[in-house]
């Protein structure tokens, strides 16, 4: 369920790059109400607000400093990173926050929001990526504010996929679930849920992608976010009977 803030009453302030970067929320798209596209505007809550914010994170900074806070005692709980974000959030944006839609169950598709930002190019395994980052970056808050920032153009770069000849993703699938190219989704899920699987909590093809491998994240987030989709397979998988690319595809925004 999002998460409903209270207008407030003082003005808004500037918009908090510095801060967002400090905290390891360091990749931030502003979309501006009037010129969102009218199927994404439909999904959206026809309340206060005047811009569309997406938060994301890329290499190792976040999980250094939600790691930091855990051993403080400041975040806690099944999922740290979220609790992190939205104390963030809330913190830095203040005034002009009016609704964290993500974290949250009601969120819009955040991969064609990616796809707006310039930031999202798809991988042959179903994650984003990018010419600067690779695939190591991940889709944080989705916050409605009213603060009257600008909105930020596009990043405008090639898909990295295109001009790699090599595609070392390809076989280093243990699964074979990309040997046509693209991925097989149920064949990866079916192999990731067996028992000691070597995929439990990495994949091989995205660790043998070379683009942006200077900002992979630290074993330790590989292994908590790797984790965290695994239970939430387990636990579709035994309320479902057939692979639904959407609600697997979700759950792989946040790796
Ligand atoms: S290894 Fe090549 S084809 Fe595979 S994700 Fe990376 S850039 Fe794309
Ligand atoms: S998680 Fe494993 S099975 Fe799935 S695409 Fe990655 S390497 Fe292949």
Not at 39 to 44: D, S, V
Not at 81 to 93: N, S
Not at 213 to 233: C, D, K, M, T
Request: contains cysteine.
């Amino acid at each position: 369920m999002a998460t409903e803030i209270a207008a407030a009453a003082h003005p808004p302030e500037p918009f908090p790059a510095a801060g967002l970067a400090a905290a390891g929320l360091n990749r931030h798209a502003i979309f501006r109400r009037s010129e969102l596209p009218a199927a994404l505007l439909a999904q959206l809550p026809a309340s206060d607000w005047q811009e569309l914010v997406l938060l994301a994170h890329a290499g190792p900074l976040l999980w250094q400093q939600v790691s930091a806070a855990q051993q403080a005692g400041t975040v806690g709980g099944d999922d740290p990173i979220d609790a992190y974000t939205v104390d963030c959030v809330k913190r830095l944006f203040s005034g002009c926050l009016r609704q964290i839609l993500y974290p949250g169950a009601q969120a819009p598709g955040l991969q064609a929001l990616g796809q707006l930002a310039g930031w999202h190019r798809a991988a042959p395994f179903m994650v984003g990526i990018d010419a600067e980052y690779g695939t190591w970056f991940a889709y944080r808050a989705l916050l409605l504010t009213a603060g009257g920032f600008l909105p930020t153009p596009p990043v405008d770069r090639e898909h990295p996929c295109a001009a790699c000849r090599e595609r070392p993703c390809l076989d280093a699938c243990p699964a074979g679930a990309l040997t046509s190219g693209e991925l097989q989704l149920a064949t990866c899920l079916d192999y990731r849920l067996q028992a000691d699987s070597p995929c439990a909590v990495t994949c091989h093809a995205r660790e043998a992608c070379p683009v942006g491998r200077q900002h992979r994240y630290p074993q330790a987030q590989i292994a908590h976010a790797y984790g965290h989709s695994l239970n939430f397979l387990r636990a579709w998988r035994r309320s479902a009977t057939t692979a639904q690319d959407g609600v697997v595809g979700n759950q792989r925004n946040k790796t």
